[in-house]
């Protein structure tokens, strides 16, 4: 194991299957203060509803913890969360360094330590907003850009179109407990070749519904004509927390939009789409994102003509399997 990435530091690694309470909050500090100096979150969702979970799982924690090399206090110099459960598209990472100690080799001392976590060696890495640090750090490893994800968004200033459901679709809010399974299972179908949203559990769903920002009432489901799921629009509202210390202006998300196999091709995803900006505006808000796949082109041409524009970039970067390896794969 490296033990200091620079003379000026003493460095201690960790690799934690959960964070103790104490960790928890070194690590939300962090987040903070990474999130405060980039203007952006350095961590997805999905990490960060798992950073509390005492629950057994797979993923793991690796703390890195700097001592200035001519003494001082210790504190936390970066963070990083490994997913090793994809055995097809190999592990996911994703990393963040204190502001004050970045240029150190903390965050090449974090991926390198990943690679060696990492079941086959394969590691896929997000880089959130395309920041130039983050991207010379990962191509100076051999890491390639595989993927793209966009942030697009939209006024609600601006007219939100009137698009009724055909005829014997009929829209309505989401249950909870009532219709949890079968959201889960349309959610499976319509998102089977997603590399995340369509693994979704009932565990996974639980997290986001404890979570402040739901509200059954922008979660929005369409029954056809069959009384069966045809679709979803789950909205999302966050930001300008009082008690934050890192609020924003409220705006409104489109969290998820799926239509079900067997309902796809009479427009829904439009239709569901404008419902759920309708739902959004009717709260007094106005501005709407959404995250979408850059090469997800049907996708990116219904928002783009709904009058949603691209606002950032999230890359996803990943690690060829060694020629050497791949011949030992069964």
């Not at 206090?73 to 970066?78: D, M, Q, S, T």
């Not at 990472?93 to 060696?121: F, K, N, T």
């Not at 395309?130 to 850009?145: D, F, I, K, M, T």
């Not at 709407?288 to 950032?312: I, K, P, Q």
């Amino acid at each position: 194991m490296p033990s200091d990435p620079t003379s000026e530091f003493d460095v201690r690694l960790e690799v934690l299957e959960r964070l103790a309470p104490d960790d928890l909050s070194a690590v939300t500090a962090l987040v903070a203060a990474a999130t405060e100096a980039d203007g952006l979150h350095p961590l997805s969702e999905h990490v960060m509803l798992h950073l509390p979970s005492t629950a057994p799982g797979a993923d793991r924690h690796l703390l890195v913890f700097a001592t200035p090399a001519e003494g001082g206090a210790e504190r936390l110099a970066g963070y990083g969360h490994l997913d090793p459960t994809d055995a097809v598209d190999g592990a996911s990472a994703e990393v963040v360094v204190h502001p004050d100690l970045r240029g150190h080799g903390v965050g090449r001392l974090m991926v390198g330590h990943l690679q060696e976590l990492s079941p086959d060696g394969r590691l896929r890495l997000w880089a959130h907003g395309q920041q130039a640090g983050a991207r010379a750090l990962a191509e100076s490893l051999g890491y390639v850009s595989v993927r793209k994800l966009w942030q697009m968004r939209r006024s609600l200033r601006q007219d939100v179109p009137a698009l009724d459901p055909p005829p014997g679709y009929t829209l309505r809010a989401f249950r909870p407990g009532a219709d949890d399974e079968a959201w889960l299972a349309v959610n499976a179908a319509a998102f089977a070749h997603h590399p995340e949203q369509g693994r979704w559990t009932a565990q996974d769903l639980a997290f986001r519904m404890a979570e402040d920002w739901f509200d059954p009432a922008g979660f929005l489901l369409l029954d056809g004509p069959d009384g069966d799921l045809a679709g979803f629009h789950w909205t999302k509202v966050h930001g300008s927390d009082p008690a934050a210390r890192h609020g924003h202006d409220r705006i409104g998300e489109v969290y998820v939009v799926g239509v079900s196999p067997a309902h796809q091709g009479h427009g829904l995803g439009a239709v569901l789409t404008v419902a759920g900006l309708r739902h959004l505006r009717s709260q007094g808000l106005t501005q709407v994102m959404l995250y979408v796949d850059g090469d997800n082109e049907a996708a990116v041409r219904t928002y783009s003509r709904l009058g949603f524009t691209r606002a950032a970039v999230d890359v996803q970067y990943s690690r060829p399997l060694p020629s050497a390896a791949l011949t030992d794969q069964p």
